[in-house]
């Protein structure tokens, strides 16, 4: 076993991603101390993504104040790599649900005008490359909010402005964008986006998800009418129907409006996220790979970050093992590919005791240690042969 790379999320309540690779790594030391490890933290485009891609790609942060959701000033944050060419921004850190108490919840009030601030910040910082993460949203104005803060103006039909927020989406009946940003013309807008909801109807943004966000019945009827009726004012606009594009639903429709007015491309959160990272190029080379998340189910395999490594090792013949701190016994994983997926924890162990940062440390590296005399018991033993 010459190199393996270990490439983890976050074991969420416990871990960060690079905690977790630090502790493997200690593990598979003890045994094979020549080993190569190479370490990459992941994330699958929601909470945590900035955090994963910064700090492998050794970027910085930049802190800015915007609006919340309810257009209260807030400090915040987004991350910069490439040289301050490519902006990692997550719309949760300015538009999110946990940003608001309970009662404060009204997804007919609530704006991402919090989130187009931080894109205009980067755009006037100079970064010519947004990859956003649009997970965990408050909202469900279709974008609307954001687009305000980007130059965009709404009108109604009697030229009146409109603030961008859900109960402004029945009465928007032009989009004025001749003082939108100038950067906006040139700048590459990749999202991360793992729904498929399109932007109104049954299964659309308001009727799926606005309950989430404290809508009631009537509120979630007005909203899809509102989002029927500004699908149009974009068919008018600019001949696009963002009602044909699949995950144009996401996070209250600001998947839509990214699509249909700015020109991004909508992309499920692991190839994003692999991507940025030139995840293929790391596994050049690598004997395993190893790689988890807290909780190894099914969902797994609809687009988590473990899945997207199997999938980019197999491409090259890499074998991959996962671990986490929980394992769903289930046929959909035991035929998934993984060479073997394993739990970190001592079976009966009290839930709560495990989440402890320190057990669930020294859980993950007994694990890599176990695995790896494991491994190299049976590398000697082959090669006895």
């Known amino acids: 076993m010459n190199t393996i790379l270990l490439a983890f999320d976050s074991f969420k309540g416990s871990l960060t991603s690079r905690e977790v690779a630090d502790a493997f790594e200690e593990g598979v030391l003890s045994v094979l101390p020549d080993c190569a490890v190479k370490k990459v933290c ?38 910069v790599v490439d040289d301050g060419r490519t902006a990692i921004i997550e719309m949760a850190s300015a538009s999110g649900l946990t940003l608001l108490a309970e009662e404060e919840r009204n997804p007919l009030k609530t704006s991402t005008y919090g989130t187009g601030q931080l894109i205009a ?6 970064c010519r490359k947004l990859l956003i993460g649009i997970g965990g949203s408050a909202t469900n104005d279709a974008g609307t909010g954001m687009l305000s803060a980007l130059g965009f103006r709404l009108f109604d039909a009697e030229g009146m402005s409109l603030a961008g927020c859900g109960e402004s989406l029945e009465r928007i009946a032009t989009i004025d964008s001749s003082h939108i940003l100038p950067e906006l013309k ?12 399109p932007f109104c109807g049954p299964q659309g943004a308001a009727y799926i998800f606005a309950s989430q966000k404290g809508a009631d019945r009537q509120m979630v009827e007005q909203l899809d009418r509102g989002m029927h009726h500004f699908a149009e004012v974009i068919r008018e606009y600019n001949k696009v129907d963002v009602t044909n594009i699949s995950g144009a639903g996401a996070a209250g429709g600001l998947g839509g409006a990214f699509s249909s007015l700015l ?42 970050a473990p899945m997207g490594v199997l999938e980019a090792a197999t491409r090259q013949d890499i074998p991959v093992i996962a ?18 997926i394993l739990s970190i924890n001592e079976e009966g162990l009290p839930l709560h005791l495990t989440m402890r940062p320190d057990v669930a440390r020294e859980n993950v590296r007994r694990t ?18």
């Not at 910040?121 to 100079?126: E, M, P, T």
């Not at 040139?186 to 793992?194: G, Q, S």
């Not at 005399?373 to 082959?382: F, I, P, Q």
Request: proline share 2%; with cysteine.
């Open 186 to 197: 040139t700048v590459d807008i990749r999202v991360a986006c793992d729904v498929t909801n």
């Open 42 to 79: 992941l994330a699958d485009g929601g909470e945590g993504t900035a955090e994963a891609l910064v700090s492998t790609l050794g970027g910085k942060w930049i802190e800015v104040e915007v609006s919340d959701p309810l257009m209260r000033p807030i400090r915040t944050r987004y991350g």
């Open 263 to 304: 020109g991004a491309r909508l992309c499920r959160g692991v190839e994003l996220v692999l991507d940025t990272l030139h995840f293929e190029e790391l596994l050049a080379g690598c004997d395993l790979v190893v790689t988890g998340e807290g909780r190894i189910d099914r969902q797994t395999l609809m687009g988590k």
């Open 323 to 340: 671990i986490g701190g929980s394992i769903e016994q289930s046929p959909e994983l035991e035929q998934s590919g993984f060479s073997s």
């Open 368 to 385: 890599g240690r176990k695995l790896f005399l494991s491994l190299s018991h049976t590398s000697l033993a082959k090669d006895s042969y």
């Open 121 to 126: 910040d980067a755009l006037k910082r100079g």
